[in-house]
């Protein structure tokens, strides 16, 4: 798993942890880069791979409720595939793929692929050959053979960070992340407290511009790092700092 989703609710991944791949949805960062790599390969090979929708690929919680919900049944209809969802049992309708119970599924961590037409022999085949060399495993065979799911965290294959070094996108140095942490709000104001408030006064401690006391608390001498970080990120000068330069910062 990689190490920015810790502390994430599975289907409730924050969008800058979110990029658009190939084919159609969104996927982890990460995985959209091994996904875009073995697209790039499979295509140079002259072969599509593309996901089956645009929902096969990120699902948020909701849309993974919705689809079950769709799919089982609290009914006992005799199905051997069962789940179990909100305290009950669920049992598999007929004639439907089964599903993962929402926030269970390597779709609501942006990990997984439903890859469209997986059992076509020429299709499965080549990703027999080439999934593992851009780090998805292909675990479900053959109950789901269109899902595969990245398994490398934070340390893509030497094909993927091939692909990243290519396309400009920094590959998680010795395990760490370059993606921002998550934000849990919106912009910080002067006069502000709380951990919030301690987590930007150290990050402009890192970066060397506030050298005072992390006491979460955003009086004057923070405003001075602010003002420095600004300047020095190009900002309109003023107080407080907005949802976007939180980002920036990395929060
Ligand atoms: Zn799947």
Known sequence: MPKD?????????PAHLLVPCAGGG????LCAAAWNAMVEKAKSEGLELKPTSAGDTYRDYESQKRGFLSRYTTTNNGSKTTRTFEGKTWYLKPGVAPMATPGKSNHNWGLAVDVHSAGEPKRLNWMIANVKE???SWE?????????RL???DNPTPAVRAYMERNGIKAPAGGATPAPAPSSGGGINFGDKGPRVAQMQGLL???GM???KIDGSYGPQTQLAVDAWKAANGRPAGR????????????
């Open 151 to 153: 398994v490398t965290g």
């Open 210 to 212: 506030y050298k005072k």
């Open 140 to 148: 479900v065979v053959p109950v789901e053979p269109w899902h595969i």
């Open 240 to 251: 407080g700092m907005s949802a976007e330069e939180l980002k920036m910062l990395g929060m």
């Open 205 to 207: 401690v890192e970066r």
């Open 134 to 136: 851009f780090g998805f």
């Open 5 to 13: 989703l810790k502390g994430i609710e599975a289907g409730k991944l």
């Open 26 to 29: 969104k996927l982890h960062w």
